[in-house]
């Protein structure tokens, strides 16, 4: 298996446009995580889905922050329009049944709006 | 809520040092407790786990016993290593309701020099 697959790993933009991060879980888990790394911050949870529905969305920091996961190997976390202070590593993170033991974590997009 | 309280990095040491990297909690009911281990431009990886009081997670030379009379599970290494020079974090599941998250600590950071 070729593991959680996020894309893309680098991503510079300019403030106020959209942005769209990708991510492949792995194939027959059923839950999703996307989390935000900063230093001041540390690893914040923004959102998880289970078989596709968002269960738990109270880290989405604010209306600009969207998530998406139209299908089971699919997901998207779309930010509209994007600010300085998003600047941040993107992590997808994909588990079976939510059990800890097999959380896997993607490579991360390092996003830096300018 | 629950949370994890990390030392704070960076830890600097010498090959073949002994490591100890502190982490505590604060939760109700009885948590699994993580270490997870990022090196540089990846994503996190699962290190080792207890699901359980006194129980003792290892891999790869390292150690952490969860305590649960002094909430703690700090990480241990007798020896270490150049290539063990990463971000470590703490974590531990959060089972209230149906939830499925993971509980971080804000990480530590660990150099190995040779």
């Known amino acids: 298996d070729a593991g959680v697959i996020q894309s893309p790993r680098h991503e510079v933009t300019e403030m106020g446009q959209e942005v769209t991060l990708r991510c492949k879980p792995i194939s027959g888990h059923d839950y999703l995580f996307w989390y935000r790394q900063t230093m001041m911050r540390g690893l914040e949870l923004l959102i998880y889905f289970n078989n596709n529905v968002p269960i738990d969305d109270s880290g989405m920091p604010e209306d600009r922050f969207s998530a998406k996961m139209p299908n089971a190997s699919f997901s998207t976390l779309k930010i509209q329009p994007s600010e300085p202070r998003d600047s941040a590593v993107y992590f997808c993170a994909s588990s079976l049944g939510g059990f800890f033991l097999s959380y896997t974590f993607g490579s991360g997009t390092r996003l830096t709006v300018v | 809520g629950d949370s994890v309280t990390q030392m704070e990095g960076p830890v600097t040491l010498s090959e073949e040092a002994f490591l100890t990297i502190n982490c505590t909690y604060t939760a109700t009911g009885y948590p699994s407790l993580f270490w997870y281990v990022q090196y540089p431009g990846e994503g996190l990886q699962l290190l080792l786990k207890?699901?359980?009081a006194d129980d003792k997670g290892s891999n790869k030379g390292f150690e952490a016993t969860y305590r649960k009379e002094t909430t703690s599970f700090h990480l241990e290494k007798g020896s270490v290593q150049v290539s063990d020079s990463a971000v470590y974090f703490c974590?531990?599941?959060?089972?209230?309701?149906?939830?499925?998250?993971?509980?971080w600590g804000l990480g530590t950071s660990l150099a190995v020099n040779p």
């Open positions: 974590a531990l599941s959060d089972l209230t309701g149906n939830n499925r998250k993971l509980i």
């Open positions: 207890a699901t359980k």
